[in-house]
């Protein structure tokens, strides 16, 4: 990526992040951001500090956690429509969710919820490399992700379906569809360290996404070590993107969508994508996050998931109809 | 000087036997060419001496070390393996797919050292595709793009190049081209084994030529012992009326 890129592209992510802090459906918060400067106290600074500060900080970070691992997959599948979902990362990190939901394990600690999201990641990526054994092939690979993602979506399902009454069930409703309406600094500390490793481990072995261009076995004669670079990629997006989920529910598309948006500028070599992706996820997540303040009716709030997959899947579709026959 | 010895190679894929007892040896600066009918184990037997895969029995040693024993990285630098699968995945440009032949010696969250640009910029006036700097390879022609794939196999600088019918599917220009290319990297002193059906070029341009069949190996020698008329009408089924003679045909600029 060209330098000039590169600085737009954190010039994109400092802004969106800013106006996520201060961006409100009433206007902006400047005035509370100049008394925190100047540390005085308000209503408007304790809503900034306490509510609007980790919930900028979250959305950068679980979106450039989907952002990363999208671009990860899709440079390990050589496949641009692969995606965290695919490998079954988002749906067994809300099957943990619901599963926390439905004993009302939230009682205990409201950290049970991403405690038992990002278990639910590492459980469903277990079950994934069982699956799929330790030299699977990349379509073995996205078929045992879906195999996954159906057991975790049916079991997700079944949980609902036994909930003990609707409010149970509203509540499991609401956590899938995804938000960062209730950010706090506990939410911060939890996701923070996990979407970091996952996302710096993705970084760490990004190089032997080039080689992989050439197909797998192309790949192993170019010294990549194969069953080292899946446990690598899957293990970091297991992290990057069960982080994020345990703390904001289920987001879909960023991980789609960032690379492909970004590919044009780093001449479609996948190892370059890696970073970049990362700083468009936590633009685009953020945006869409200013988004939903914005649409949101009184007393009917818009969900981020649900904004992000209206936007996502005609891109898809697009997408799906656009790479048929051809190199991206 | 490098020498490869393969002896008595086994293979099977999910306990289906394809490789039988194959044997073959070769040095620094010869071109061995593995001919046969589809299916005979030529591909098998260049995974074997790639590292690509383990033989079951036998042993391909290079220069007395078993290329399985080798790490993947050392092992890279010094076996070029050019796949008869040549698609990328990615439009990437000519000369970021070149480089990936330096992949084996890029270190992590480092740039290319000007030893690897150097070799970059070699392989590439070797195979003679400079001007197709900047291009992407998907907008390449299949000519032009088995030149690309195999100037990123000559950077990799490797002392053993194993090419998986390189010129199949090009015109006879461009089969010209490889071949002159793939026989000037054996001057320059690297092993180059290649499947190829083309055999009147085979007997042109190979110093050693390997029949196989049905997973055997059925002769090999000199083209003239190796290719004789019963070999040529039990393997092939085919005859040549007056003897199988080298390709005649040359480059004109």
Known sequence: ?328 | MSQLELSGLCAQYDGAPVLHEASLSAGAGQVVALVGPNGAGKSTLLRCAGGLLAPSQGQALLDGQAITALADRGRARRIAYLAADTSVAWSLEVERLVALGRAPFLQPLRRMSTEDEAAITSAMEAADITHLTGRRVDSLSSGERARVHLARVLATGADLILLDEPIAALDPRHQLRVMEIVRASARQGAIVVMAIHALDLAVRYADHVVVMDEGRVRAQGSAHEALTAELLADVFGIAVDGGLKPSAARLID
């Open chain 1, 1 to 328: 990526m060209k330098s000039r890129h590169l600085i737009a592209l954190v010039g994109l992510v400092i802004l969106a992040v800013l106006a996520n802090l201060l961006v409100s459906r009433d206007g902006l918060l400047l005035g509370a951001f100049g008394d925190l400067l100047r540390g005085e106290e308000s209503l408007g600074t304790r809503i900034l500090a306490e509510l609007r500060f980790p919930r900028a900080i979250l959305g950068a970070l679980v979106g450039a956690g989907l952002g990363a691992s999208g671009a990860a997959l899709q440079g390990f599948f050589r496949n641009p429509l692969a995606d965290p979902g695919i490998v079954g990362v988002s749906a067994s990190s809300g099957l943990g969710a619901v599963i926390a939901l439905y004993f009302g394990l939230a009682g205990i600690s409201l950290l049970m919820i991403p405690m038992a999201a990002t278990l639910g990641g590492l459980v469903g990526v277990g079950f994934l490399l069982l699956l799929a054994g330790r030299r699977a092939s990349s379509t073995t690979l996205i078929l045992s992700g879906v195999a996954v993602s159906a057991v975790a979506s049916s079991m997700t399902a079944l949980l609902m379906n036994l909930s003990p009454n609707p409010w149970a069930l509203a509540e499991i409703a609401y956590w899938l569809m995804g938000s960062l309406a209730d950010a706090n600094w506990n939410e911060v500390r939890f996701a923070a360290p996990l979407i970091l490793a996952g996302t710096t481990l993705l970084v760490l072995v990004r190089n032997d996404l080039d080689p992989l261009s050439l197909g797998e076995e192309t790949a192993r004669s170019l010294g990549v070590n194969l069953p080292w670079l899946r446990l690598a990629i899957v293990l970091g997006s297991a992290l990057a993107v069960g982080g994020g989920v345990a703390v904001a529910g289920a987001i879909g598309f960023i991980g789609l969508v960032v690379p492909h948006l970004l590919r044009p500028f780093v001449a479609s070599r996948p190892a370059a994508l890696l970073l970049p992706s990362a700083l468009g996820g936590a633009a685009l997540l953020s945006l869409a996050d200013v988004g939903t303040r914005l649409l949101s009716g009184p007393g009917i709030p818009l969900y981020l998931g649900v904004l992000t997959a209206l936007l996502g899947a005609p891109f898809f579709v697009w997408l799906v109809r656009s790479t048929q026959g051809r190199a991206p």
